[in-house]
């Protein structure tokens, strides 16, 4: 197993409401490939574990991210927003139909959200790099919600080999969420708590008292 850091070149903002960690992205490529979901995807992570907990760092930003709010479009049905006749003359005078506009200009239809927009991310993790980028490669096409209407759009995926941060950042902050008790054992600084899941699948499991990253910068 090798430490290695991984980056996602994006091309669109992303939004996240929690902390993605690199074993919960890859828990998600797996379910795209196999079908498979939560305690089932663990045996195929290509990552290292240490008292039960994966060796993948949270995700961190390049530095000159930023957060921005974006518009988009939401609600459309298909053929009940978007059939041609809702866009021609009505068939008696050669009139257009009357928008709708008592909740305000399109308010069905449009929204805005606050996103980061990044050109690249990163994850820290110890095991085979190649299956890792193999798996994202192939079955994550954009990270955070609304990934499937293009937010988060991943264009390149690469590792290099590297010291290991999967769990401590070089500035010794925690590079994703770990029990206050593994920290403590391991001599390192105070930092903020915070009651998290900290073993997959997140979702599923109890929290505990737990470090977590605080910044979006490693």
Same mark, same amino acid.
């Given at each position: ?31 795209? @490939? ?6 089932? *995807?663990?045996?195929?992570? !290509?990552?290292?574990?240490? @008292?039960?907990?994966? /060796? ?7 530095? %000159?991210? /930023?957060?921005? /709010? ?17 866009? @021609? ?56 919600? /609304? ?21 401590? *950042? %070089?500035?010794?902050? !925690? ?39 605080? *910044?979006?910068?490693?």
């Amino acid at each position: 197993m090798t430490p290695f850091k991984l980056t996602l070149e994006l091309a669109t903002p992303f939004y996240l409401s929690s902390r993605l960690t690199l074993d919960g992205l890859l828990s998600a490529a797996i379910h795209h @490939q196999t079908g498979k979901m939560g305690a089932d *995807t663990l045996a195929a992570i !290509p990552l290292d574990q240490d @008292q039960g907990i994966f /060796r993948g760092s949270s995700l961190f930003c390049h530095p %000159r991210y /930023r957060h921005r /709010r974006f518009s988009r479009i939401m609600s459309l049905k298909s053929e009940r927003d978007l059939h041609t006749e809702l866009f @021609q003359p009505n068939k008696r005078g050669d009139r257009y139909g009357v928008v709708d506009q008592q909740r305000g200009k399109f308010k069905a239809n449009l929204d805005s959200y606050f996103a980061i927009e990044a050109k690249e991310v990163y994850f820290w993790g110890v095991g085979d790099s190649d299956q890792t980028c193999y798996l994202i490669e192939n079955y994550i096409h954009g990270i955070g919600k /609304r990934a499937n209407t293009g937010a988060g759009e991943i264009l390149s995926v690469r590792a290099e080999e590297t010291d290991d941060f999967s769990w401590v *950042t %070089r500035k010794g902050k !925690p590079a994703r969420p770990l029990p206050v008790e593994i920290w403590n054992d391991m001599g390192l600084a105070p930092a903020s708590t915070a009651p998290l899941a900290v073993v997959l699948p997140y979702w599923g499991t109890a929290p505990v008292d737990a470090v977590f990253p605080a *910044t979006w910068e490693a």
